[in-house]
């Protein structure tokens, strides 16, 4: 059973910045898609940004030129750089894994992250 382990959430003042990281217990490449989802309280989750093996990002438009997704094999671990953080951002950040977008099969517990005005 692969483990994923999020870190990196916090409070921050709307403008700042924050990188979240996953930690997986296995080969990152050997999971074909890796995802970060959010979600607010009483909002549905929202697929923020994915990378395939090619190396295919994609992207939400909300968050489009402010958040970038990556990976480093080295350390088996995939981030999520948040930068020009907004108050709508606030949210639960999930790291997940599978081998398509469709289909996630692994989720990590999740680590908030809370944007003051």
């Known amino acids: 059973q692969v483990q994923l382990v999020e870190s990196g959430g916090g409070l921050v003042e709307g403008g700042g910045s924050l990188k979240l990281s996953c930690a997986a217990s296995t080969d990152i490449f050997s999971i074909n898609a890796w995802a970060w989802y959010r979600q607010a309280p009483g909002k549905q989750r929202e697929l923020v940004a994915s990378i395939t093996g090619s190396g295919r990002t994609t992207y939400a438009d909300s968050v489009k030129g402010r958040f970038t997704i990556s990976r480093d094999s080295a350390k088996n671990a995939v981030y999520l750089q948040l930068n020009s953080l907004k108050p709508e951002d606030t949210a639960v950040y999930y790291c997940?894994?599978?081998?398509?977008?469709?289909?996630?099969?692994?989720r990590g517990q999740g680590t908030q992250v809370t944007v003051s005005s």
């Open positions: 997940n894994g599978g081998p398509s977008i469709a289909i996630m099969s692994y």
